[in-house]
């Protein structure tokens, strides 16, 4: 399989974890075969990544169950699909916290987001902030039937809560492209990739169902 198609899997998979999970481009039975402490890391995930797509492309599409752990989602963030990150948004970690709850640290950059705002009018807290403040960002993946959606519980940048409307155009804003003008909306339902049929967080691994 070539890189894009992967890489493409990987950030409509993993993605799902981003930015409230987000940002957003959507991310028999038996669980992925234990291999040796010699197998390059690297390796290993990327097998399992296409072991995925492998069997979403069958139909019917065999049920699977894949896992992957909180270090694997990480590494995935900060390096297959770390292109693919907004302009603004820099050095993403996740923690699986299980329940379906999920919480990201990111660097965001303040002024690129007061910059690029639609409307100049009160940025509220982030009045206060200048250039690039780590944000904390807490939210659940619900999931089931093939369908995802994020329900953003709480923002903080530089440990300051931010009003629910004020952190959802923070990340739009930082989402927002040519194709795609006013943004992301995190909270939108979207469709789970290679017949997923649902994403289950557990405590430091993510649970992948077909």
Not at 28 to 43: F, H, I, L, N, Q
Not at 57 to 73: M, N, Y
Not at 79 to 102: H, K, Y
Request: hydrophobic fraction near 40%.
């Amino acid at each position: 399989m070539n890189r894009r198609p992967r890489l493409r899997i990987y950030g409509k998979i993993f993605g799902a974890a981003l930015l409230g999970g987000a940002l957003a481009w959507n991310l028999g039975c038996s669980g992925v075969e234990t291999k040796p402490a010699s197998v390059d890391p690297r390796e290993r995930l990327k097998e399992k990544v296409e072991k995925v797509i492998a069997n979403g492309e069958l139909d019917p599409a065999p049920a699977q169950t894949t896992r992957f752990s909180e270090a694997e989602l990480n590494s995935i963030l900060n390096s297959e699909i770390a292109a693919w990150i907004p302009q603004g948004i820099r050095e993403p970690q996740v923690r699986l916290l299980g329940n379906d709850r999920f919480s990201l640290r990111v660097i965001v950059d303040i002024d690129e987001f007061k910059r690029r705002r639609k409307r100049q009018r009160s940025s509220g807290p982030l009045n206060f902030f200048t250039g690039k403040m780590p944000a904390l960002v807490r939210g659940d993946l619900i999931s089931g039937d093939g369908k995802g959606q994020f329900k953003l519980q709480s923002t903080e940048v530089n440990g300051i809560p931010l009003p629910p409307a004020l952190a959802l155009e923070l990340l739009s804003t930082h989402t927002k492209t040519r194709r795609r003008p006013e943004g992301v909306d995190i909270q939108k339902p979207f469709d789970l990739p290679a017949k997923i049929r649902q994403l289950q967080i557990h405590p430091a691994e993510l649970v992948v169902i077909q």
